[in-house]
C-alpha cells in the first residue's frame, strides 16, 4: 500500500512541510506510506514557502488546525522565533526540524534531525569516540550534526568548515557550553585540506550534490579520503552522491543520507500521531520506488 492509498476528508489531520524549494523531497512519500500502512487518517504536503513568508506559513499551522509540520531548508533556525515553547535539545541547537500543534493551539518545535543523524553512527562508536571529525557546512543541519558528535562522541577535534567563516564562528560560540574538550575549530573549505585529511569522520551537511546537480560535490578532491575514512552525506537524493562516490573509491566507509531522513522522520511522526512508524515497510516503499525510478 502506498500513499496514493490516501484517503482525505474532514477529520483529515493535515501534516505540512515547510521549505524553499520542496520539489525534491522525499517527506510527503515517507509520511502518506506510513499513514496508509496504517490505516490512520492522516496526510502529508510540501509547501513552497520563501524565506520572506516563513512567518506567515508557521502562524498559519495554527490558524489551519495542521496537526504539525516537517522544517528543511532554509529555515530551520528562522522558525524559532515563531514557536511557544521548544525541546532542550532543539534549545541546544538553535534549530527546529519539526512542529507540533498542541491541542490549545500553542506550536512545539523540535529536532529530530539528532535522532535519524546519530542512527546510523552509533554502531561504529568504538572507531568514532574522542577521534577527529569534520562538518562541512554551519547552516541549521550543521548545528544538529555538530551538537550531535559533541555529546555523543566528544571527539579530540571538530573542524567546521565553511565558505562563510563569520557564520562557521557563530555556530561554534553557540556550541562552546557543549564542547567539553575545546575540540571545536573553524575553517574556510580553502584552508581545510588538513583537517578534512586527518579526520576520522567527514560529514556533508550541505546541499551540494542534490539533484539536480549530481555533478557536484562540497570537497573536490577525492584523493584527500582514504580507507580510515568515514564519510557521511546528508544529502538523500541522490542516495549515492558524487561525495560518497569519491570517497568509496578510496576505500572509506559510506554513509548516505536516506537513513538519517527515515529516522528523523520516524521520531517526528511518533510525535504527531502517536503511533511508531512502521520503519520497514517505508524503507521497503522507497527501494521500490528507487527501482521504479532508474528502470
Known sequence: MGPDAIHIDANTRLIALLGYPVGQTLSPFIHNTAFAAQGI????AAFPVPPERIGDGVRGLAALHFAGAGVTIPHKQAVLPYLDELSPRARAVGASNMI?????????????DLTGFLAPL??????LRGADMAVLGAGGAARAVAYALLVTFRPKRLTLIARTSSKADMLAT??????????????????????????????????VGMYPAVDDSPWNDADDFGDDHIVYDIVYNPEETRLLNDAASRGAVTIGGLDMLVEQAAAAYVQWTGHEMPVDVVKEALRRRSEMLHR
Open 41 to 44: 487518517n492522516f496526510a502529508f
Open 100 to 112: 507540533v500543534r498542541r491541542p490549545d493551539g500553542t506550536l512545539f518545535g523540535d529536532n529530530t
Open 122 to 127: 552509533l554502531p561504529l562508536t568504538d572507531r
Open 174 to 207: 553557540d556550541l562552546t557550553a557543549f564542547d567539553e574538550r575545546n575540540a571545536l575549530e573553524v575553517h574556510a573549505f580553502s584552508t581545510a585540506r588538513a583537517a578534512v585529511r586527518g579526520a576520522r569522520l567527514v560529514v556533508n551537511t550541505t546541499p
